[in-house]
């Protein structure tokens, strides 16, 4: 697409101007170059290496396609070229502001040379007012260009960051465990500092977009399978419950892990799935950031299902005889005697019912369970059948 006048100034040059200035074109990049170092200071190298030998080429070749661009008619050839530059900074680690005052300098010194080449050689003032503004548009564009290779390798960089950072979420909770030292190289190529502890925060995929965002910045993050999986570095600091708390929120469930060194990722991982399987299927209330520690018991239980399914069916089969409202019952008032350790006028208050109602269904129990009541193993072994049912 051709370019307005206004907007590409060089276009209205005549060709003589580039005519004029080529010839002197070594000299002027010497001049540049020679300014740059002095006025740019991570530029005051030597240009014996790759670096000086890059920062030669580049002003050189950017007065050559100036001119080439003159000579053309006003099209600015190439534009690729200065993408790459702004690219490269980034792989430097440089400030995209070093580059463009690297730009800046380059054009006061070329437009003051060219000024007196043009001059010397009879320019018309107007074709010289013409050429100081082609040389700083040109600029403009070139320090643009740069600007989008430099955000352009940001993004790259970010997206390798990324990627790297869920490689190593994977290798944290991978079992068997991954190599100590394919771990840390991971780590350390991702730019993540291994921490002394961590936990893992699990949470459901449709919660991810809530969540995520809010999380501390340095937790990383991978989806595996149907969950996701935020690794969250030293958990046991004073600020990380307030910061997970926030970014959880009260409308929305997480289930963390304990606490444990990085070398035991899986660990974590492994009780925090199990504490969203409990808040699943409703055995436990699932609003915040659900602690696996909170609720070793119900893990405990939920560790063997077959075996728990086991002890509910034997130590509460007494009950099953009993027609459904009366099976309701006595299991309610059962947990309701175990939690209140056997006084009857807590029973009673937990019940809402009359002390004397309360002692009528105690006695129905005791003719249900016999001894099972007063041993204190077999009591024990009720209170896990009802936890484990849901119903304490």
């Known amino acids: 697409m051709a370019s307005s006048p206004h907007l590409r100034p060089w276009h209205q040059l005549?060709?003589?101007?580039a005519e004029v200035l080529r010839p002197e074109l070594p000299g002027v990049a010497r001049e540049i170059i020679?300014?740059?170092?002095?006025?740019?200071?991570?530029?005051?190298?030597?240009?014996?290496?790759?670096?000086?030998r890059g920062l030669v080429a580049g002003v050189e070749q950017?007065?050559?396609?100036?001119?080439?661009?003159?000579?053309a008619g006003g099209r600015m050839p190439r534009a690729r070229v200065y993408v790459d530059l702004g690219r490269g900074e980034m792989r430097a680690g440089r400030s995209l502001d070093t580059l463009l005052s690297a730009y800046r300098v380059g054009a006061r010194v070329a437009w003051r040379r060219f000024a007196l080449l043009g001059a010397d050689a009879g320019l018309e003032p107007g074709t010289l007012f013409q050429l100081a503004e082609s040389i700083f548009v040109y600029i403009d564009e070139l320090s643009a260009k740069s600007a989008e290779g430099y955000a352009l390798e940001q993004s790259a960089a970010a997206g390798e960051r990324s990627a790297r950072r869920q490689r190593l979420v994977r290798l944290l909770v991978r079992q068997p465990p991954a190599d100590p030292i394919d771990v840390e190289e991971i780590a350390r190529?991702?730019?993540w500092r291994l921490p002394e502890t961590l936990a893992v925060l699990a949470l459901g995929e449709e919660e991810r977009a809530r969540i995520v965002p809010r999380l501390p910045a340095d937790t990383i993050v991978e989806t595996l399978g149907e969950i996701v999986v935020a690794i969250v570095p030293e958990p046991d600091r004073s600020d990380r419950g307030p910061q997970l708390e926030r970014a959880v929120g009260v409308r929305h469930h997480a289930a963390l892990g304990p606490s444990v060194s990085w070398r035991d990722a899986a660990l974590s991982l492994a009780?925090?799935?199990?504490?969203?399987a409990l808040v699943a299927d409703g055995a436990i209330a699932g609003r915040g950031v659900v602690r696996a520690e909170d609720h070793a018991a119900a893990l405990l239980l939920r560790s063997d299902r077959r075996l728990t399914q086991e002890l509910i069916r034997t130590r509460l089969a007494p009950l099953d005889a009993?027609?459904?409202?009366?099976?309701?019952?006595l299991t309610e008032t059962l947990g309701a005697w175990i939690a209140a350790q056997g006084r009857l006028q807590v029973v009673a208050e937990r019940l809402h019912v009359h002390p004397q109602t309360a002692r009528y269904r105690l006695g129905?129990?005791?003719?249900?369970?016999?001894?099972?009541?007063?041993?204190?193993?077999r009591r024990f072994e009720l209170e896990l059948a009802l936890r484990a049912d849901g119903l304490l």
Not at 62 to 71: M, N, P, T, V
């Open 322 to 329: 009993l027609p459904d409202s009366a099976r309701e019952r």
């Open 14 to 17: 005549p060709s003589a101007v």
């Open 364 to 377: 129905q129990l005791r003719e249900l369970f016999g001894e099972a009541l007063e041993d204190p193993g």
């Open 62 to 71: 950017a007065l050559r396609q100036f001119l080439d661009g003159i000579e």
């Open 271 to 276: 009780r925090a799935r199990a504490v969203l």
């Open 34 to 52: 020679a300014a740059v170092r002095v006025e740019v200071p991570p530029y005051a190298r030597r240009l014996d290496g790759p670096f000086g």
């Open 189 to 191: 190529e991702a730019d």
